[in-house]
């Protein structure tokens, strides 16, 4: 009797996510100022653009005044597309849309 030839070798599967055995959040609750610069920045771009300051602290606000942006600015994309670019890179498009709105409030 012979044995059955092996066709494919075995790999190790390694999940991207380390999980934690404890259960609990990687940050505390109130360590909410590590993200400072991004919610500054965010507060900086609505008072600039016109709105309320704290639009940026509100959840989806910035994928609002990004779709407003273009929408007064003559600037193609979907609504789709400004979530997306929220979510991917948010630190990019806020950097953008700065540089957006402190361009077009010189001209």
Do not use: F, N
Request: hydrophobic residues 30%; glycine residues 8%.
């Amino acid at each position: 009797m012979s044995e059955a030839p092996v066709v494919c070798q075995p790999v190790s599967v390694v999940s991207p996510v380390t999980l934690s055995s404890e259960g609990s959040w990687s940050t505390g609750r109130y360590d909410c100022c590590s993200d400072c610069p991004m919610s500054i920045l965010s507060c900086y771009i609505s008072h600039k653009y016109g709105e309320h300051c704290c639009l940026g602290l509100v959840p989806g606000g910035m994928t609002a005044l990004r779709t407003e942006m273009r929408h007064s600015y003559g600037i193609p994309g979907t609504v789709c597309r400004d979530a997306l670019s929220m979510c991917l890179c948010g630190w990019c498009e806020l950097c953008r849309m700065a540089r957006e709105v402190h361009t077009r409030s010189l001209s």
